[in-house]
């Protein structure tokens, strides 16, 4: 065992080695910050980020990145991102240590001005859209005045920051100056800044504080506070450069581990190395650049975790999370038409020898609580659980429904109720969204059978019963016949009693019809379906029923608009003088003259179509019981089934 301890040990050291190589020649990756919060509210579903990717051994922008060099992550599933470059501005806070370097007689203040005027002139501050954002922090004894100057962020004025310039130059400071606090009192103005409107404006820049001192002294300096200021400033994506003035006893490894620990860069300043700091701020000035990751968001109201990715530079992988928001709710969906309890009737036409085809019209009304518009690609209706049709047509998606075939007709008066309900999925969510079930009354009318039809309809159900009569009319006159033949006078009674009980199945007539002959059913208009009964002399038809006895609530109708006149067994119709006038058949009448009316016939008021339906004749009450007059005998005689001719006037 001894023996292998060398080569163990060999091993092991190599392995060290290996992996140390590697790591260095891998890198630590680039700098990504997400910058800001995502917005998820400029225009959803989508959501838009600022990302910024920087070298962290240069402080550069690092260019020329694209969409496979990102990756995205929502709750742990990808997403589909977007990238393009954007100017998003920097934010500097520049932070002046005074003490050590603003003593009476010392240059180096002079020369750390020198710089920050460089600075200054690198960045664009001109208040435009992307414009960079500046701040200056000076730092004196606590018993001194603390932090002075002090120049708030400016997006628009750099020369608020250059008027402090002469005083940071020519006011000497003897005293001890606390670093840590003008560190913290530049962080607060990232992280929270009363003003809103700059709050705004510093959501998507890049937060940058660069610090000028000559290092930290140790009685305002502790490693507790310290990791506090790394803390804030890497859980708030802010980089800090350090800026040393060599000259002074001041210690320089805090300065230096504090640049290191929150991604920026320590520099040296001599008289000689102007151009090393230049440079630094040329490259951190490239920072205004970003760039905008923009995918979608399809999740319900929320917030969510969000990984970005940055892949393949020639640094290696970087990474940064955050949280986004989604305000996505469910869309709702509601039939508009019918309206719930409409009733329908679907009318039956011997004409047509059927039932005529009545059509509903359907629509749905769409409602984003989110207030997100969009609409579903397909609206799908079902009647009782049956799809009775779909359509796509936004916003309403109309289908025209043949009500008439839900149920199939047997002939007899059917009345239903109909549930409706509208089904589609929201295009965001994916998710199936239902309107509450409508429902609606539909009757079909019961057939209307002439007497032939009746006859046939009687035969076919109860032929049996008419083969049983057949065979008793047979065996009843084989009967008839026996007994004639043997005994004439009991033949005779048998007959004379067997006609007195067929007399007694005859009916006698009667003068008052046993219903209304006709009737009027409206197929068209805001009373579809209703009907009414023609049972009086004469039946006036109308807009409202103070004038009518048939009212048709219809604006476009008169007071009355016409009148049905039952003379004998024919019905007429007579305009009344109307103001929109009334058609038979789509023919126009004249006003005050009577027309014949057809059965079937469509009589148009207004915007009201009206079906006469005829429902059967009376007898006809003869003029003297018992008399049947000669056909030569005078008077106005006409058949039956015409109207009566009216008399001849007197002859003067």
Same mark, same amino acid.
């Given at each position: 065992?001894?023996?292998?301890?060398?080569?163990?040990?060999?091993?092991?050291?190599?392995?060290?080695?290996?992996?140390?190589?590697?790591?260095?020649?891998?890198?630590?990756?680039?700098?990504?910050?997400?910058?800001?919060?995502?917005?998820?509210?400029?225009?959803?579903?989508?959501?838009?980020?600022?990302?910024?990717?920087?070298?962290?051994?240069?402080?550069?922008?690092?260019?020329?990145?694209?969409?496979?060099?990102?990756?995205?992550?929502?709750?742990?599933?990808?997403?589909?991102?977007?990238?393009?470059?954007?100017?998003?501005?920097?934010?500097?806070?520049?932070?002046?240590?005074?003490?050590?370097?603003?003593?009476?007689?010392?240059?180096?203040?002079?020369?750390?001005?020198?710089?920050?005027?460089?600075?200054?002139?690198?960045?664009?501050?001109?208040?435009?859209?992307?414009?960079?954002?500046?701040?200056?922090?000076?730092?004196?004894?606590?018993?001194?005045?603390?932090?002075?100057?002090?120049?708030?962020?400016?997006?628009?004025?750099?020369?608020?920051?250059?008027?402090?310039?002469?005083?940071?130059?020519?006011?000497?400071?003897?005293?001890?100056?606390?670093?840590?606090?003008?560190?913290?009192?530049?962080?607060?103005?990232?992280?929270?800044?009363?003003?809103?409107?700059?709050?705004?404006?510093?959501?998507?820049?890049?937060?940058?504080?660069?610090?000028?001192?000559?290092?930290?002294?140790?009685?305002?300096?502790?490693?507790?506070?310290?990791?506090?200021?790394?803390?804030?400033?890497?859980?708030?994506?802010?980089?800090?450069?350090?800026?040393?003035?060599?000259?002074?006893?001041?210690?320089?490894?805090?300065?230096?581990?504090?640049?290191?620990?929150?991604?920026?860069?320590?520099?040296?300043?001599?008289?000689?190395?102007?151009?090393?700091?230049?440079?630094?701020?040329?490259?951190?000035?490239?920072?205004?650049?970003?760039?905008?990751?923009?995918?979608?968001?399809?999740?319900?109201?929320?917030?969510?975790?969000?990984?970005?990715?940055?892949?393949? #530079? *020639?640094?290696?992988?970087?990474?940064?999370?955050?949280? !986004? &928001? +989604?305000?996505?709710?469910? /869309?709702?969906? $509601? @039939? %508009?038409?019918?309206?719930?309890?409409?009733?329908?009737?679907?009318?039956?036409?011997?004409?047509?020898?059927?039932?005529?085809?009545?059509?509903?019209?359907?629509?749905?009304?769409?409602?984003?609580?989110?207030?997100?518009?969009?609409?579903?690609?397909?609206?799908?209706?079902?009647?009782?659980?049956?799809?009775?049709?779909?359509? #796509? *047509?936004?916003?309403?998606?109309?289908?025209?429904?043949? !009500? &008439? +075939?839900?149920?199939?007709? /047997?002939?007899? $008066? @059917? %009345?239903?109720?109909?549930?409706?309900?509208?089904?589609?999925?929201?295009?965001?969510?994916?998710?199936?969204?239902?309107?509450?079930?409508?429902?609606?009354?539909?009757?079909?009318?019961?057939?209307?059978?002439?007497?032939?039809?009746?006859?046939?309809?009687?035969?076919?159900?109860?032929?049996?019963?008419?083969?049983?009569?057949?065979?008793?009319?047979?065996?009843?006159?084989?009967?008839?016949?026996?007994?004639?033949?043997?005994?004439?006078?009991?033949?005779?009674?048998?007959?004379?009693?067997?006609?007195?009980?067929?007399?007694?199945?005859?009916?006698?007539?009667?003068?008052?019809?046993?219903?209304?002959?006709?009737?009027?059913?409206?197929?068209?208009?805001?009373?579809?379906?209703?009907?009414?009964?023609?049972?009086?002399?004469?039946?006036?038809?109308?807009?409202?029923?103070?004038?009518?006895?048939?009212?048709?609530?219809?604006?476009?109708?008169?007071?009355?608009?016409?009148?049905?006149?039952?003379?004998?067994?024919?019905?007429?119709?007579?305009?009344?003088?109307?103001?929109?006038?009334?058609?038979?058949?789509?023919?126009?009448?004249?006003?005050?003259?009577?027309?014949?009316?057809?059965?079937?016939?469509?009589?148009?008021?207004?915007?009201?179509?009206?079906?006469?339906?005829?429902?059967?004749?009376?007898?006809?009450?003869?003029?003297?019981?018992?008399?049947?007059?000669?056909?030569?005998?005078?008077?106005?005689?006409?058949?039956?089934?015409?109207?009566?001719?009216?008399?001849?006037?007197?002859?003067?």
């Amino acid at each position: 065992m001894k023996r292998c301890a060398p080569v163990l040990v060999f091993v092991s050291v190599v392995t060290l080695l290996l992996f140390q190589a590697s790591g260095q020649a891998q890198g630590v990756g680039p700098v990504v910050d997400m910058l800001g919060r995502p917005d998820a509210a400029s225009a959803p579903p989508n959501v838009a980020m600022h990302v910024s990717v920087i070298d962290p051994d240069t402080g550069r922008f690092i260019e020329g990145l694209s969409d496979a060099n990102f990756a995205v992550q929502v709750s742990g599933e990808d997403v589909q991102p977007a990238v393009s470059t954007a100017t998003s501005g920097v934010a500097v806070v520049i932070v002046v240590d005074r003490g050590g370097i603003s003593r009476s007689g010392d240059p180096r203040i002079g020369r750390a001005v020198d710089l920050m005027e460089a600075l200054l002139n690198m960045l664009q501050i001109d208040g435009s859209a992307g414009a960079d954002m500046v701040g200056l922090i000076g730092i004196r004894g606590r018993d001194e005045g603390g932090l002075t100057p002090v120049v708030p962020f400016t997006d628009f004025d750099p020369n608020a920051v250059r008027n402090e310039f002469n005083t940071l130059r020519t006011e000497p400071v003897n005293e001890v100056t606390p670093l840590y606090d003008g560190i913290d009192r530049a962080i607060e103005w990232f992280t929270e800044n009363p003003d809103a409107t700059l709050q705004d404006k510093l959501a998507t820049r890049r937060p940058i504080i660069i610090v000028f001192s000559d290092g930290i002294d140790n009685r305002f300096s502790s490693e507790a506070h310290e990791t506090i200021i790394i803390d804030k400033c890497l859980e708030n994506d802010i980089l800090l450069y350090a800026v040393r003035m060599e000259g002074g006893p001041t210690d320089a490894d805090n300065l230096e581990a504090l640049a290191a620990q929150t991604n920026g860069i320590y520099v040296s300043h001599t008289p000689g190395t102007d151009a090393a700091v230049l440079g630094l701020f040329e490259d951190v000035v490239t920072q205004r650049q970003s760039y905008r990751v923009t995918f979608p968001l399809l999740r319900r109201q929320g917030d969510y975790e969000v990984r970005v990715r940055v892949l393949g #530079t *020639a640094l290696g992988d970087g990474s940064d999370s955050g949280t !986004v &928001s +989604s305000r996505l709710q469910l /869309t709702r969906l $509601a @039939v %508009t038409s019918p309206a719930e309890g409409a009733a329908y009737t679907v009318p039956y036409s011997s004409t047509l020898g059927g039932y005529v085809p009545l059509q509903v019209p359907l629509q749905v009304a769409l409602t984003a609580p989110d207030g997100i518009r969009r609409d579903p690609a397909e609206v799908v209706y079902f009647a009782g659980g049956v799809r009775v049709g779909s359509s #796509t *047509a936004a916003p309403t998606f109309d289908v025209a429904w043949e !009500v &008439s +075939s839900v149920v199939t007709p /047997t002939g007899e $008066a @059917v %009345t239903r109720d109909v549930t409706l309900v509208a089904v589609a999925e929201d295009p965001y969510l994916g998710e199936r969204i239902e309107s509450e079930p409508l429902t609606i009354r539909v009757t079909w009318e019961a057939v209307e059978r002439t007497l032939v039809d009746e006859t046939e309809k009687w035969f076919l159900s109860y032929w049996w019963l008419l083969l049983i009569l057949a065979l008793f009319a047979i065996g009843f006159l084989f009967l008839l016949i026996l007994l004639i033949k043997t005994r004439g006078e009991l033949a005779k009674k048998v007959v004379t009693q067997t006609t007195g009980v067929f007399k007694g199945v005859t009916q006698r007539l009667s003068t008052v019809p046993s219903q209304a002959p006709g009737k009027l059913v409206v197929v068209h208009g805001a009373n579809v379906g209703r009907e009414f009964r023609l049972g009086a002399p004469v039946v006036k038809v109308g807009r409202d029923p103070q004038f009518c006895d048939f009212p048709l609530y219809d604006e476009y109708t008169s007071n009355p608009h016409f009148s049905v006149q039952l003379d004998q067994t024919n019905f007429y119709v007579t305009d009344e003088g109307s103001t929109n006038g009334t058609r038979i058949n789509g023919m126009p009448i004249r006003p005050h003259q009577r027309v014949l009316l057809q059965p079937d016939a469509v009589i148009e008021a207004g915007q009201t179509r009206l079906q006469f339906k005829r429902l059967g004749g009376t007898t006809r009450q003869l003029g003297v019981p018992g008399a049947i007059q000669p056909a030569g005998g005078g008077g106005n005689v006409h058949p039956p089934t015409q109207p009566a001719r009216p008399p001849d006037p007197p002859k003067g």
